[in-house]
């Protein structure tokens, strides 16, 4: 299931949950887009480009993330989107008091809501949660109270903890908030039903798992049923029905359109577009078998090998209940991180101690985890 463009065969790369690697596919259309449709077409090109952020998040609507057709849309950061979401979540829900997220929610997902929470006067509550378990559904009921939105992540950027998305939006939904998911830790790596979670909204990045290269742009997924109730705050000409009449006024466009904005990044979207074809033809059911296995692997290896040294497993245990990542508590996580990549192994750090170990089911060899943690308890030695 290998199938990245391999630069130095030395290198252990797991580092798949921060960014994915190059794949032969996106190579080759790169090269076509830039060489072909920009170089030769030029402006021409736009009749194909015009399609691409529909085109794309089609195919992660039902590939990916369990959702219809028409329901997803790729354009922007995952942090305007977010803003998108979660400001149209709260102009839904007049004289709601409050937004809410847990503490170990990912940074940007946090100061998106505290600042949507003091522009709109309303309380930010952020709920404790499990550093190593994820979100307490017990916890975050009383935080509820009046909320507009719930706000949380999939799979936990620093545990791996897989949140049940289906109970907590019926917790949401309990209280009358709307439902709002970051699947930039999940997406293409576990299987996603955000339609029979009953999700309201979502959002994710594709350079992780999706393979879209840096700074890729993110996708945003608006359920069918509210789409012509949520309105996003960004109006800009790409969600304008008839875009290029250019009228003298916004008038969105029909469904989940209205949510572009600008205009769409098309060599990014390219690559995307062949990151999700990859994960497609690969079957999600089968990459998340691989990612338990290799996860499972790098927690038997750490427990045998690194636990005399001083290193601790903070992820689930339990393979079903964590994404495709494992993170290793350890006081000089940092340095180690650092020293890691003379002897030629690639992970990451997130303070204050955690060491992650990201492989990418796509990419990712069973035998780059074995060789990986020994490289590490050598270092360690």
Request: charged letters at 20%; proline letters at 6%; a negative charge.
């Amino acid at each position: 299931m290998a199938a990245s463009v391999v630069v130095d065969p030395d290198l252990l790369y797991l580092d798949g949950n921060s960014l994915g690697r190059l794949t032969h596919r996106a190579r080759r259309r790169l090269a076509a887009v830039v060489d072909g449709e920009w170089g030769e077409g030029l402006v021409r090109s736009w009749d194909s480009w015009i399609d691409l952020p529909a085109r794309v998040g089609d195919a992660i609507a039902v590939h990916l993330v369990g959702a219809r057709p028409g329901e997803v849309v790729v354009g922007d950061s995952t942090t305007v989107n977010l803003y998108k979401a979660a400001a149209a979540a709260v102009a839904a829900r007049p004289g709601a008091r409050a937004v809410v997220t847990d503490d170990d929610n990912f940074p940007t997902d946090r100061y998106v809501l505290e600042g949507l929470a003091a522009r709109h006067g309303l309380e930010y509550r952020e709920v404790a949660s499990d550093p190593v378990h994820g979100p307490d559904p017990g916890a975050l009921a009383p935080a509820l109270a009046g909320a507009a939105v719930l706000c949380l992540s999939h799979v936990a950027y620093r545990s791996a903890a897989l949140a049940d998305m289906a109970e907590l939006t019926r917790l949401a939904h309990d209280h009358g908030a709307l439902a709002l998911w970051d699947l930039s830790h999940a997406a293409g790596s576990v299987p996603i039903d955000v339609t029979g979670a009953g999700a309201d909204l979502a959002v994710g990045c594709t350079y992780k798992y999706l393979n879209g290269g840096p700074g890729a742009p993110a996708f945003t997924y608006v359920r069918r049923e509210l789409q012509s109730e949520l309105r996003q705050p960004i109006w800009g000409w790409f969600g304008r029905v008839d875009q290029f009449g250019m009228g003298p006024r916004y008038d969105p466009a029909a469904g989940v359109g209205s949510w572009l904005t600008g205009t769409p990044s098309v060599l990014a979207l390219a690559c995307v577009e062949e990151g999700v074809g990859l994960l497609a033809d690969a079957g999600i059911d089968r990459l998340r078998a691989k990612g338990m296995s290799l996860t499972s692997l790098a927690v038997d290896l750490a427990d045998a090998w690194l636990a005399p040294r001083g290193y601790e497993v903070a992820s689930p245990r339990d393979p079903a209940r964590r994404g495709s990542h494992v993170a290793l508590c350890h006081p000089e996580a940092d340095r180690i991180c650092a020293d890691l990549l003379t002897v030629g192994v690639v992970t990451d750090f997130r303070a204050p101690d955690r060491l992650r170990l990201g492989p990418a089911p796509v990419a990712t060899r069973f035998v780059d985890v074995w060789d990986a943690l020994d490289r590490m308890r050598r270092l360690s030695a």
